[in-house]
C-alpha cells in the first residue's frame, strides 16, 4: 500500500467523554487510506464503535479534528462526512425506515434530491451488487439477520462513498450468511472502496484486513499486518485477545516458526508443504475428474 496517498479519512481526537461522564476514546489518531481494509479488534468497551462513530460524524471529538476527502469536518458540513462515509450499524433495524426494501435503499437518494426515477435505477444496482436484488420488494423488518446487513449496505453503497464503516459485521449471523456478508465485502474492496470494520472475529480480520488496529481502554495500542499483529504476544494479552485458530493450530503441531500462517488458506497451505502432498485438484466442468 502506498504511503504517499493522502487519507481519505484523518481522525484526531483528543478524547470523546460521554454524558454520563464515560470515556469513550481518548489520544487516538486514525488514518483509512484508498483501496484498503481496516480491522479494529479489542474486547467489549474498548471504543471500537465509538471510534467507528467519528469516522462519518456521528459523534465528534470533545478535542480534536475530522478531515475527510481533504476537507475538515465542522457542525455546517456533516452532510460531506456522512456521504463519503458510509456507515453500516450493528442493529441493521437502526437504518432500515421504508416500507419496501427498494425504497429503503433509494432513501438516502431522494434525500440529495435524485429525481425518483434515477435513483430506483441506481438502487437496484446496488441490491444488485450485494446479492440481494430479489429481496427490492421485502418488507425489511421481516428480513433475516443477513438480510438486514446485506440491505444496510445497499443503502450505503447506492451514496457512492469512498469509504464504508462496518460494525460487528458478521455478528449474530449464521455460518452461510456470515460468508455471504463477508464475500460481498471483499467484492466492494475489490471494486475500489476502502473499508474499515469493528469485529470480534479474528479469523475473520485475519482474512479480510490489510491492516489491524488493536483497541484496549479507548486507545489504539498496536497496528500492523495481520500476521505483525497476531504474532504479537504482548500485545494480545494487552488486549485480552487470543490469536486466530490458524496460529493457535500452527504452534500446536510445532509449524509455527515456519512460516507464520494467520489464515486457515496459509495453514492448510503449510500443512499440505510439510507433508509433501499437492495441491486439491478442481474437478473438470463435466464432473469426471478429467481435463
Known amino acids: 500500500m502506498n504511503r504517499d496517498d493522502s487519507p481519505l479519512v484523518d481522525l484526531r481526537c483528543e478524547a470523546h ?27 467489549n468497551g474498548t471504543g471500537k464503535s465509538t471510534l467507528l462513530e467519528h469516522l462519518n460524524a456521528t459523534l465528534v471529538p470533545d478535542d480534536g479534528e475530522l478531515v475527510v476527502d481533504g476537507t475538515a ?15 453500516v450499524f450493528q442493529d441493521a433495524d437502526t ?30 444496482e446496488a441490491l ?7 429481496l427490492e420488494d421485502r418488507i425489511p423488518h421481516y428480513l433475516s439477520g443477513g438480510e438486514k446487513r446485506l440491505v444496510g449496505l445497499a443503502g450505503v453503497l447506492v451514496l457512492e462513498p469512498s469509504v464504508i464503516v462496518l460494525d460487528e459485521p458478521l455478528a449474530g449471523l449464521d455460518p452461510e450468511r456470515s ?33 489491524v488496529c488493536v483497541m484496549a481502554g479507548g486507545n489504539i495500542v498496536g497496528s500492523g499486518t495481520p500476521r505483525e ?29 515456519t512460516a507464520q500462517p494467520v489464515t486457515e488458506a496459509d495453514l492448510v497451505s503449510l500443512l499440505m508443504e510439510a507433508n509433501d502432498l499437492e495441491p486439491p485438484q478442481m474437478p473438470a466442468p463435466d464432473g469426471s475428474g478429467h481435463d
Do not use: C, W
Open 229 to 257: 499483529v497476531f504474532y504479537d504476544d504482548a500485545l494480545l494479552a494487552e488486549a485480552n485477545l487470543h490469536p486466530p485458530s490458524a496460529i493457535r493450530v500452527a504452534r500446536d503441531a510445532g509449524l509455527e516458526a
Open 179 to 211: 460468508r455471504l456478508v463477508a464475500d460481498r465485502i471483499e467484492q466492494i474492496h475489490r471494486d475500489g472502496i476502502s473499508v474499515v470494520l469493528a469485529t470480534h472475529d479474528l479469523d475473520f480480520a485475519a482474512t479480510v484486513a490489510d491492516r
Open 128 to 134: 444488485e451488487t450485494v446479492d440481494a436484488s430479489h
Open 73 to 87: 469536518i465542522t457542525e455546517d458540513n456533516k452532510a460531506h462526512a456522512r456521504k463519503e462515509v458510509g456507515f
Open 17 to 43: 467523554t460521554y454524558p454520563d461522564g464515560t470515556v469513550g476514546m481518548h489520544d487516538v489518531d486514525f488514518s483509512v487510506y484508498p483501496e484498503e481494509v481496516v480491522a479494529i479488534v479489542g474486547g
Open 95 to 124: 437504518q432500515l425506515v421504508a416500507p419496501t426494501v427498494l425504497d429503503d435503499v433509494m432513501f438516502g437518494l431522494q434525500n440529495y434530491g435524485v429525481p425518483d426515477e434515477e435513483a430506483r435505477e441506481r438502487a437496484r
